[in-house]
């Protein structure tokens, strides 16, 4: 099919599913529209890295260990990254605008009540709400995107713009976030989504387009439920493993359970007449083998910044604020690379480019994997400049892959399917390095505590977290409490090392999967069909 023809199609679809919002994109600039949406990316993304940044301020304030500050983190990412393919679906159905709109809304709840936790468990509650917001507005950004922008540079030059958002909101989150922890309440980084919100949605009132497939399939709540529930049990698993013992039954019983439920889903995905999720998208090897590359970038770097964050404040001894100045760096080259990288691609294409995306995170991962007690922040900063550059070179040219595969009336599923590998990527870096690093860190201190008689509760503190061990430290003074203060800082190191050598290695394979098998450059014939 020639381009023209194509374009003529998308224009068809375009009138049959916005009925009588087509005048709506034509009063509206496409620049504009691609702002709001930005804009609620921007928030999302903006959460994560305030979230990093705030974590040792939630361990003084709530008394939270380190498997609680994972499913404070990973709460929202698991119920994100369940409900995505159904929003999507839903979006198709009902109007994305709507479904965008919607999500605005939940958010801003969700991110009222996290603000106002008194527990690490209300906090994960609330989470978990913004969460089901996060998962309406994520696929809705891309798939509204994708229906404004169809031709396919112009279509990849917005992802571009958009992913360069996802950076900005990196860049931005760390330093916006050791500022208000200096001058308010932890509280307050959940509470600056608020407004932003709120000037989000009457925007999307007044200027975003409504879409959706006339032709969709009917809902499919039992595929929901499974792709809710098979993520739930294998991060479950994952991350109470170094808690309960990995030998432990409910561990390995759970860990079953998710692979099972993961079987199922795809078993009940090719036979159901109304998928959730189209299995038949990774039947095109650009689609699966980016989609795979994105969410192994992902898992990357967000495993990486939930380790950094904590050692640039337990270990290095830096304020919150000192610390997002620190991390900006990853962030701000993510920024850019990723906004250039549609250049990158028309020249070299794209596999070259992740490929050397790949290859960068790999090298910036083996580089921290030398850290020391006697490391400084000048040592670990090269790491953080390669991760970033290395990211922004594979996030925009993975979406651009995937999205670019999916045909444009299903532009709602393949955006969620995108999207849902770039939570589950994120949740599992954070569960699968967080654990590694507990794993380790609590074999250290166990051995520490075996040659010493101390009340169950101060062992239950140190072996915890770092910032447990560091109060509990603080309280002994004296040498003993040096010794224990230096003992855990080591024993974290140690098991940040561990974590992130596996990481590199991880990363490492992916990127020798990338240039085996993703195709360099985009068919010539627009798959529409």
Known sequence: ??????????????????????????????????????????????????LNVALPSIVASLHATSSQLQWIVDSYIIVLA????????????????????????????????????????????????????????????????????????????????????????????????????????????????????????????LIVPDSKNPAAKRPDPFGALLSL???????????????????????????????????????WERHTSHPLLEVSFFNSRR??????????????LSGGLFLLTQYLQFCLGYSAFQTGVRIAPIAFVLLVVAASSPVAVRYLGTKVVVFIGMVLITI?????????????????????????????LCVAPCTESVMGSVPIDLSGVGSATNSTALQIGSALGVAVLGSLLNTRYQADMSSLLSHYSVPASVAKATKGSLGGALEVAHRLGGALGAHLSQTARRSFISGMVFAVSVGAVIAGIAAVVVLSLLPSRAPKREKLD
């Open 287 to 300: 689609f699966s083998v980016a989609i795979g590359g994105l969410g192994l970038t992902i898992f990357a």
């Open 82 to 205: 369940g409900l995505l393919l159904i929003a999507g679906s839903l979006g198709d159905h009902v109007g994305r605008k709507w479904v965008f709109i919607g999500g605005l809304v939940a958010f801003a709840v969700g991110s009222g009540a996290s603000a106002f936790a008194t527990t690490p468990d209300k906090l994960i509650m609330a989470r978990s709400f913004m969460g089901i917001g996060a998962a309406a507005i994520m696929p809705s950004t891309l798939s509204i995107l994708t229906n404004v922008f169809v031709e396919p540079r112009d279509r990849a030059r917005a992802i571009g713009l958009w992913s360069g958002t996802n950076g900005l909101g990196l860049a931005i989150g760390p330093v916006v976030g050791g500022w208000l922890l200096t001058h308010f309440w932890w509280g307050s980084v959940f509470l600056i989504n608020v407004p932003i919100a709120a000037v989000a949605c009457v925007a999307a009132v």
């Open 1 to 50: 099919m020639s381009s023209a023809r194509g374009a003529r199609r998308v224009s068809s679809i375009d009138k049959q599913e916005l009925g009588g919002t087509e005048k709506g994109v034509a009063r509206a600039p496409r620049g504009a529209i691609l702002a709001v949406l930005s804009l609620t990316v921007l928030i999302i993304n903006l959460d994560g890295t305030i």
């Open 229 to 267: 529930l098979g993520p739930a049990l294998l991060l479950w698993g994952i991350i109470e493993g170094p808690t309960r013992g990995w030998g432990s039954h409910l561990i390995l019983e759970a860990i079953a359970g998710a692979l099972l439920v993961v079987a199922l889903l795809i078993a």
């Open 364 to 392: 910036g991962l083996a580089l921290l994997a030398t850290t020391t007690i006697h490391s400084t922040y000048a040592n670990a900063l090269p790491s953080f400049l390669l991760m970033g550059i290395g990211s922004g």
